[in-house]
């Protein structure tokens, strides 16, 4: 059986488990955090970062972006990436935003587990104004709409929906982004409703 590798709090992992829950594509989900000393994400990914897919065949792909545009290939249920060309990059646009978004305020989250003495200010600013850039970009693409591109509920949803849910999980604190962005904030409760949404939610 195809199996993903990965943890309970990665956005990343999770934009792959609800990409294949609504694609109805089966797998065995194998938890392994990357951090932890017996960790065997190397043995599949050479960059020791998850997720992780391993098809039927021991054939390991990587990352999440690869991922869910392979699932999306090989089921035909419920098209979550548009074929043509002007749509499919508007949806994947989203999905670096959002990407890039997380990865940002990864850095952050690891920047401060550092000793006090040894992090930068500079850096963690500079991470913080890429995530706000990024919200503010979401925001303005998403304008009115109900969802982030081409009028329906795409790949740049989940991407954008996990995204949120990161900041959520480090930074509700900190970062006010249902304030801030109130169509964001009207987007991710409408996905919330969803239970491929719900039966994700990160578990620290
Ligand atoms: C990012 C994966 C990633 O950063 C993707 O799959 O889209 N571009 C990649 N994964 C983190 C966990 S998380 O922040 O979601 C990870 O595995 N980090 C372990 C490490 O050693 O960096």
């Excluded at 002007?86 to 952050?108: F, S, T």
């Excluded at 991470?127 to 693409?141: C, E, P």
């Excluded at 970062?175 to 169509?183: K, Q, T, V």
Aim: glycine letters at 4%; a negative charge.
């Amino acid at each position: 059986m195809t199996k993903l590798i990965g943890s309970l709090t990665s956005p990343f992992v999770r934009k792959v488990r609800i990409v294949a829950a609504e694609k109805h594509i089966d797998y065995e989900f194998i938890i392994d955090v990357p951090w932890e000393a017996t960790t065997h994400v190397p043995d599949f990914n050479p960059l020791g970062k998850v997720p992780v897919w391993v098809m039927e065949d021991g054939r390991a792909i990587y990352d999440s972006r690869v991922i869910v545009e392979y699932l999306d290939h090989i089921s035909p249920v419920h098209p979550l990436i548009p074929r043509e060309v002007r749509p499919c990059l508007a949806v994947k646009r989203c999905e670096a935003l959002a990407d890039g978004i997380i990865d940002a305020a990864a850095l952050v989250f690891m920047e401060r587990k550092r000793p006090a003495t040894q992090q930068s200010p500079e850096w963690i600013a500079r991470q913080i104004n890429k995530v706000n850039r990024g919200l503010a970009a979401l925001a303005t693409d998403l304008s009115k709409n109900d969802w982030c591109a081409e009028g329906a509920y795409t790949l740049a949803d989940i991407a954008v929906g996990c995204a949120l849910g990161y900041l959520d999980l480090r930074y509700s604190d900190e970062i006010d982004w249902r304030r801030a962005h109130p169509g964001l904030s009207e987007l991710f409760d409408r996905l919330m409703e969803r239970p491929n949404f719900k039966n994700t939610v990160p578990v620290v």
